[in-house]
């Protein structure tokens, strides 16, 4: 349910996940961001599509406290994050997997997902417990726990990658195109992964894609297009307009 229909039904509006509002975020004198105005509900998938250089990695770090933004505002349900560190941040809930994975590649994937506790409200507790869940979702991992992250194919690290960030139980996850340079087999297990996650915890996904099979698992997307964002709408309804001109198809 949109935050319209919410109103439109005569229920309590509901408070969004997280709500930006006006940002605008620089590199040195380049203007990236240009006054993007977003909105996820609890429970969403929503997706962010446009094409390269356009800055939809930009706006995952500025949301995660990577970058900062120069003017507007980051809520997260309700109370305003844009003061907040980037570990602060991760504690209160937000779940970041960035472009390019980053697993550490001399460490085993155990430690690797042991690091992802680090997000967790009061921090690492000693344990070395990962829980059945995570191995439900990427079975795989649980065959190679002693294995360095670095001998994992690409496939594996993002599973890996995916796996370390809902280790901190986040309730809004970041996921900075997670099919890229993947191959389709392992494209579909990502999806379905995404879309279980989704099911069984309830927590809300900020998606950024290119495979239009994976972008329409998305309730709602919004378009950028130099640094701004150009079109929303439900995912149904993408239109070949769209697809041809935000996504690389
Ligand atoms: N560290 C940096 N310093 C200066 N400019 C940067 C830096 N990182 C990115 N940019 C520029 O900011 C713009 C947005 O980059 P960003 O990585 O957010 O795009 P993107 O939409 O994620 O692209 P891609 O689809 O290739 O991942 C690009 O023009 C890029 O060249
Ligand atoms: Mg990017």
Redesign the pocket.
């Known amino acids: 349910m949109t935050k319209d229909q919410a109103i439109n039904d005569n229920l309590e509006p509901i408070i969004p996940m997280l709500n930006l509002s006006n940002l605008n975020v620089y ?2 004198e ?1 203007h ?1 961001l240009r006054s993007v105005d977003l909105n996820i509900f609890p429970g969403e998938m929503v997706c962010l599509i ?10 995952l ?1 500025t949301i995660m406290g990577l970058l900062h933004s120069r003017t507007g505002n980051i809520n997260l349900e309700g109370k305003n994050i844009n003061k907040i560190t980037t570990d602060k941040r991760a504690r209160l809930g937000i779940g970041y997997v960035p ?1 390019g994975r980053e697993v550490i590649p001399r460490i085993s994937v155990k430690d690797n997902l042991l690091l992802g506790l680090e997000a967790r409200p009061k921090g690492r507790k000693k344990t070395d417990i990962i829980s059945e869940e995570i191995f439900e979702l990427f079975p795989v991992l649980k065959t190679m726990l002693n294995r360095m992250g670095g001998d994992l194919s690409g496939g594996q690290q993002q599973q890996l990658a995916i796996a370390r960030a809902l280790m901190g139980k986040p309730r809004l996850l970041l996921l ?2 997670p099919t890229e340079g993947i191959q389709p087999s392992i494209i579909l297990e990502i999806e379905s992964a995404v879309k279980k996650i989704i099911k069984t915890t309830g927590i809300s996904v900020l998606l ?1 894609e290119q495979h239009l099979h994976f972008v329409r698992q998305a309730d709602r997307y919004y378009a ?1 297009q130099k ?1 701004g964002i150009v079109a929303t709408g439900n995912t149904q309804q993408l239109s070949q307009e769209i697809i041809q001109k935000f996504l690389a198809v």
């Open positions: 590199y040195g380049s990236i446009g094409r390269n250089g356009v800055g939809k990695t930009t706006l770090k472009q900075d195109e950024v950028m640094g």
